[in-house]
């Protein structure tokens, strides 16, 4: 089992930044992809950003170029800077550990609220 637990989420205005950590703990061995989603109120779950063992980066398109996503291999732990945040980012933020294609686990979620 993989324990994911995320940090960082809170009330910001709009333009501001906000940095996620998301730190997997417990079998962590061959971790492949760790990423972020979001789900806002009555909502599906999104993919916001993820990030490959060897560092290869994919995003959403709405984030591209405010969103960076990055991750510590020795530590299991992956951040997402997020800045010029706007209202429409408001969500629950969840951190995504990816085993293989069958092994997956989530975190609890996060709330990042952007005021207008």
């Known amino acids: 089992q993989v324990q994911v637990v995320e940090s960082g989420g809170g009330l910001v205005q709009a333009g501001g930044s906000l940095r996620l950590s998301c730190a997997a703990s417990?079998?962590?061995?061959?971790?492949?992809?760790m990423g972020w989603y979001r789900q806002g109120p009555g909502s599906q779950r999104d993919l916001v950003a993820i990030?490959?063992?060897?560092?290869?980066?994919n995003y959403a398109d709405s984030v591209k170029g405010r969103f960076t996503i990055s991750r510590d291999n020795a530590k299991n732990t992956v951040y997402l800077q997020m800045n010029n945040l706007q209202p429409e980012d408001t969500a629950v933020y969840y951190c995504?550990?990816?085993?293989?294609?069958?092994?997956?686990?989530w975190g609890q979620g996060t709330q990042v609220t952007v005021s207008s």
């Open positions: 990030i490959s063992s060897s560092g290869t980066t």
């Open positions: 995504k550990v990816v085993r293989n294609i069958v092994n997956s686990y």
């Open positions: 417990g079998s962590t061995f061959s971790i492949n992809a």
